[in-house]
């Protein structure tokens, strides 16, 4: 089978047309129609084999998780996602395999109305790379750079939950077997909150998707709002199957420093607890707050309101509060 075989029997086989799509798969470029008075959001993910998922990851998961990253940067911004791009290297043409990946793409796609309007497909080493699009009114995105001190923060869903399913896939943790499929599940097939970050647009002043960690990903706020933040280690959303597995010490471990979670961490006002409290209820997503933002220079953890020392050591300070002054 060639290559355009593939793109037309696979790829073009999307149920999803929307209307603003002037022009899909099939010519050089794809033509698309913004909304009036809509920012066009754009954001790139690369996942390689072997290196952001385990080599025996499924291919539904594998299409999965490529759109799951992209929507999950778009919903930290409060874009309402449109088009997606799909550049894939395939080592070899496997319909079984092809088929099972665009079931994974297509099912996320479907459910938040996200066409696919084009890609390149090539040979190699399996890499895949997605650029998704997304829209959202004027003055109406969610920045990194907007925290203020005393703003609190929260995080949706469970966190840490990934970086256990990857310690047990490499024989580092033994999961007991009735977690294996919920935690295997959380690393496999994350959720984008897409409907969370939307609804952030009125209330969050800074917002990230989580990838990296809650510390390292936190540190990225910090540094661009000038904030520092304390974590509230009692409050963090651990599921049973974290604390259970590795004790609630390393649970904070992996909570605080485990990637991969694709949860939102955003921080909101005071005035504006209540009001987004009720807004997200309504989305469905669970919230925790899980600390304060401050006027310091640095991340710290506290439990049971005493300040303790957990492997936030690398964020002591950021680089930029010393060279602004
Ligand atoms: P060109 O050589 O002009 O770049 P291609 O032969 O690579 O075009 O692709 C033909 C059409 O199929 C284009 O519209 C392209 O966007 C689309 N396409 C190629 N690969 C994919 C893919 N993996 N997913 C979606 N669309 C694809
Ligand atoms: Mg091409």
């Avoid at 290559?3 to 603003?20: A, L, S």
């Avoid at 999965?64 to 550049?87: C, F, Q, R, T």
């Avoid at 420093?257 to 669970?286: C, H, I, P, Q």
Wanted: aromatic content about 6%; glycine content about 8%.
């Amino acid at each position: 089978m060639k290559e355009f075989e593939v793109i037309r029997r696979y790829f073009t086989q999307q149920v999803v047309k929307r209307k603003d799509v002037h022009l899909g798969i099939g010519d050089d470029c794809a033509l698309v129609t913004p909304g009036e008075r809509q920012h066009i959001a754009v954001t790139t993910d690369t996942l390689v084999a072997g290196v952001h998922f385990p080599m025996e990851t499924s291919a539904r998961a594998i299409g999965h998780k490529s759109i799951a990253v992209n929507l999950s940067d778009l919903a930290a911004m409060g874009a309402e996602p449109s088009w997606i791009s799909l550049a894939i290297t395939l080592p070899e043409i496997d319909e079984h395999w092809i088929d099972e990946f665009c079931k994974g793409v297509f099912e996320l796609c479907e459910f938040y109305n996200v066409q696919l309007i084009g890609g390149d497909t090539t040979q190699g080493p399996l890499s895949i790379t997605v650029t998704a699009q997304g829209q959202i009114p004027f003055e109406k995105h969610i920045s990194r750079s907007g925290a203020k001190a005393g703003d609190w923060l929260y995080v949706t869903g469970e966190i840490g939950g990934a970086a256990l399913a990857l310690q047990h896939i490499q024989g580092k943790v033994n999961v007991a077997p009735k977690y294996q499929e919920e935690i295997q599940q959380r690393l496999d097939f994350p959720k984008a909150r897409v409907l969370a970050g939307q609804a952030l647009r009125e209330y969050a002043t800074s917002a990230i998707d989580l990838s990296d960690g809650l510390v390292a990903d936190l540190a990225h706020i910090c540094e661009a709002s000038n904030v520092g933040a304390n974590i509230v280690l009692d409050n963090l959303p651990i599921s049973a199957a974290l604390a259970d597995t590795v004790g609630i010490e390393n649970a904070y471990d992996l909570a605080l420093n485990g990637g991969d979670d694709y949860e939102l961490l955003f921080s909101v006002s005071e005035d504006n607890k209540v009001g987004m409290e009720t807004a997200l209820a309504n989305t469905g997503n669970k919230i925790t707050c899980v600390g304060q933002l401050n006027g310091s220079d640095k991340i710290t953890t506290t439990l049971n309101n005493m300040p303790v020392n957990i492997c936030v050591q690398n964020y002591e300070h950021f680089s930029n509060q010393t060279t602004d002054k």
